[in-house]
Each structure stands twice: as C-alpha cells, then as structure tokens.
C-alpha cells in the first residue's frame, strides 16, 4: 500500500473523480465495508524475529480511501486480548472514536464492530488506544485521498515511523518510569497512576539518556528511552524499503510519526521538498530538505525528482541522537548503497524555538468569529518522580476542561516542564493562532508539540456534545495519566 505510481493514478483518476461527484447517499448505498482486522504478525527486525501486533485491511497494513468514500469499516478483534482502535484524525460520532469506555467497552477477542462516518482527507492514521498496545505496533496508515490527490501527475509514498523494543512494553514503560507508569489503557483508571502529591510537578532531576539546552537555558530532557529499532514502513535501515519511483518524476511523500516516545526529523537529503500539508490538512508550501514532526502528527512532503537516474534516501533522524531509519527512492537499475543506522553526528532537538511551527500558514483556516471561551491547560512533570500532569493533575483526579457545542474556543497550553508535548484531542480539528503570545494564522492541526518551557494558543468551535479525549501522543507520559477531557455540553 505503500507505492501507487504516477500512471495508475492517471488510468484510476477518472473514475476515481466520477464517484467522488456522486450523492453521498449512491456512495453509502454501493460501498460495502472494509474489512480491518487487529492481528498478530511477525517482523523481521534486523535479523531478529519479532512478534507485534497491526491493523490488516484489504490490502494489507493499513486502508486507503477515495474521495466521497465513507468510512465504512467492520474493525474485528483477532487478537486474544481486548482491544480498540481510535481513528486519528477523523472526526467520527463520539460514539465510534475509539477510547475505553468512553462511551464503548474495548473489543473482545473475536469480536467485530462496525464504523461509518463521513472521512475526512488527508494523511491520517489509526492506533490502538491502550498505550501498550500502541507499543506494540497496534497502528497503520489511514489515507483519505481528495479528488485533488487523484489529478495530480505524482507518485504517493507512505513512510510509517515508529520505534520498537524487543522486551515487553510492560517492561519498558517499567524501566522509563522507574515502576510508576500503570500499564492502563487511555481512559481506564491506570493501576499505579500516581498520586496527587506525587503528580506536583516539580524540577527535573536530570536525563536517563541526556539532554540539550532549551530557549531558558536549562536542560532538556530527551529520548528517556532507548529502543532497540527504528522503523519505517516496519524496517531498518539494514534491509530499507526501497521505492521504485521515475526520473523526474513528482513524489509526494506522507510521512506519519507513530512512534511511542520518538521525535523524528525527516530528511530527504539532495532533493529539495515542499511542506503541503500537516495533520491531513494544507498548508502554504514550505521549501527545504529537513522538516520535524512529533508523535502522532504528519507531514506531507512534494519532492520533484532529477532527470537523471539515481537512488535518494529519505532519512527520519532521531532527535536529540544518532539513530536514524528511514526508505530509499530509486529510478529502475540504480545503484542503491548502504545506509548506515547511525549518523556521524547527533540530531538537533526539533523546534525548540518554533521556528518550523511559525512558517506554517494554513490553507483552509477557521473562519473568524468571536471567541466565547477560553481554557489555559499547564502541562507538568518530571523525570525523578517520572510523572506528567495537565493542570496539575493525572488521570483520574483530571478536572474537565469544559465547552458547549458551538462555542468559540481557545485553549493555551503552556508547557512548564523539560520535556516537549504533543498535544492530541480528539473529535476536532484546531488552528494554531499563538506562539509564545505571538499572534499568527497558523496550520490546522489535530496534535500540536509544545516545547519546554513554551506556549500554544490553538482556536477551535466545539463540536458533539461528548466527552472527548485530550491527551500529550508521549505514550509513556499518556499511561502515567497525561491526559484530560475536553467535556463538550449541549447548547441551551
């Protein structure tokens, strides 16, 4: 699912575009479901096998839609433990967004469940929301194509990142967290979710693996794990994915960070790139060749090839570090060299100052109108007791962060701790309209990383009235009860 050449797009774009112009109503009439199924593969990682788990559609990992396609989907559970999947990205009934209990039990093994809203465009993605599962790779691509996509004279690609460790995802967030991370699932009460008193944040006591200096001239706190891999599309850079594409020919590149604790930099080396789109969503096209991105966001990248043959590799770097993984592509017969998994020099930390997060300018922004309410969200924590909070608080003892359906909405989430934070809420799409108390109209996103010591404003209108999910995308700070709720009243 990972290649689709610029001449199947031409062959599939008419029809493509003919259905996309049908009611919706023929659509949901003639589109059968898809069937996705989270199962139990087997990886090899260099050299070694390992068992993970994934979301098999039709046409393996991961589902591709086209445009004017509902999401149709009967999600069964084959695994033999409960699970769910959350549909990152979208905007479903709250009824379908995929969280524990909230309001739906997990699946049990065996069971199918069926999902159908409309879908929005973009590069999406869709995971697990038990964080250990997430670990585990429970996690695929979900690309929404727009009929724009389908007219286009280019080639996709798909680069799926993630981080992997060979021992059990228990045991890691054990070693991360020094025994205190639960190994609950997102809206589960999280067993060994810490205290009140434990939860104050307070100062870091320094880094497990290191850190950088940030903007406050204190030191960051990076990486507070090291994995044994780093995946693109579920491969190392000692047998990479390598993508057959043709001499200048256009690529566009959908880059989606499923990494549990990893900030990648994506590097497409000498070949210059376009930033098109964040988060499924368009952007003011961003020249250059290194562009960030944290867990559970994406990025799309157009890339115009040379003319002559030749063999690129598109490089994730590993902030903050050595490691790297990354694909290759290749026109028909070139030599394709190897890569080493190790750069020669530490990647920077991303976007410490925001300087990536200023340039955007979104396409497609919200339309101007009074805001009615406004929400400052404080983002804690520590390493040395290893516990992060909103507003002070875990999981549990969170209080509601509240709205009616309709309303203008700003939320400032101010980050006072050292380490960075992807901030995810579900059911709604967001415009970044503040950076450090600079105003600007900036990308609409679905995740937006704060760094240490910062602060976002994000503008947003309040959708279904629900509880909705709004959660850091750092799996081991979301099972040690990183996450709030974003509790949408009706209107009166």
């Known amino acids: 699912m990972n290649t689709l050449s610029r001449r199947d797009f031409l062959v599939a774009s008419a029809a493509a575009i003919a259905s996309a112009q049908l009611p919706r109503a023929a659509i949901a009439q003639t589109s059968a479901p898809l069937a996705l199924s989270a199962a139990t593969r087997t990886l090899d990682i260099n050299g070694r096998a390992a068992t993970v788990f994934g979301l098999v559609g039709p046409a393996g990992q991961g589902l591709v839609l086209d445009p004017g396609q509902r999401f149709r989907v009967d999600l069964t559970n084959d695994l033999g433990i409960d699970t769910i999947v959350h549909w990152h990205g979208q905007v479903p009934p709250n009824l379908q967004d995929g969280v524990p209990d909230m309001p739906l039990p997990l699946l049990a093994p065996g069971e199918t469940r069926s999902y159908d809203f409309e879908a929005r465009p973009g590069t999406h993605w869709m995971h697990s929301h038990v964080p250990v599962q997430e670990m585990q790779l429970l996690a695929a691509p979900l690309i ?60 870091p006591m320094g880094n497990m693996m290191g850190g950088m200096m940030g903007m406050s001239g204190m030191a960051m706190d990076l990486n507070d794990y090291d994995w044994d891999a780093y995946l693109a599309n579920d491969r190392t850079l000692s047998d990479p994915e390598v993508v057959q594409v043709e001499r200048g020919g256009r690529v566009l590149l959908r880059v989606i960070n499923a990494a549990a604790a990893t900030v990648f930099w994506v590097d497409t080396g000498a070949v210059p790139a376009r930033l098109v789109a964040v988060d499924g969503n368009p952007v003011q096209a961003v020249p250059g060749n290194r562009f960030g991105l944290a867990m559970g966001q994406r990025i799309d990248l157009e890339i115009d090839l040379p003319r002559e043959g030749g063999a690129w590799p598109i490089l994730a770097l590993r902030e903050g570090a050595r490691e790297r993984t990354g694909l290759i592509l290749a026109t028909s017969g070139a030599e394709v060299a190897r890569i080493d998994g190790l750069a020669e020099i530490e990647a920077p930390a991303f976007d410490t100052d925001l300087a990536q997060e200023a340039r955007l300018t979104a396409l497609a922004p919200l339309p101007l109108r009074p805001v009615d309410r406004g929400h400052m969200l404080m983002l804690g924590g520590a390493m040395q007791p290893y516990v992060w909070t909103i507003n002070g608080a875990v999981w549990g003892q969170h209080r509601p962060v509240v709205a009616r359906s309709g309303e203008r909405v700003v939320m400032s989430f101010h980050n006072m701790s050292m380490m960075g934070h992807p901030m995810h809420l579900h059911g709604h799409a967001f415009q970044v309209v503040g950076l450090n108390g600079r105003a600007l109209a900036g990308a609409v996103r679905d995740t937006v990383y704060v760094p240490p010591m910062s602060m976002i404003d994000v503008v947003l209108d309040a959708g279904e009235a629900a509880r909705w999910m709004l959660h850091c995308h750092h799996m081991p700070h979301l099972a040690t009860g990183m996450m709030t709720e974003f509790a949408v009243e009706a209107s009166a």
Request: glycine residues 12%; hydrophobic residues 50%; charged residues 15%.
């Open 144 to 203: 929404v194509r727009s009929v724009e996509d389908l007219a286009a004279d280019r080639q996709e690609v798909v680069m799926f990142l993630h981080d992997f460790a060979f021992a059990p995802p228990e045991e890691v967030l054990a070693t991360i967290a020094g025994g205190q991370a639960g190994a609950g699932h997102g809206a589960h009460g999280m067993p060994g979710a810490p205290s009140a008193a434990q939860a104050a944040p307070e100062m």
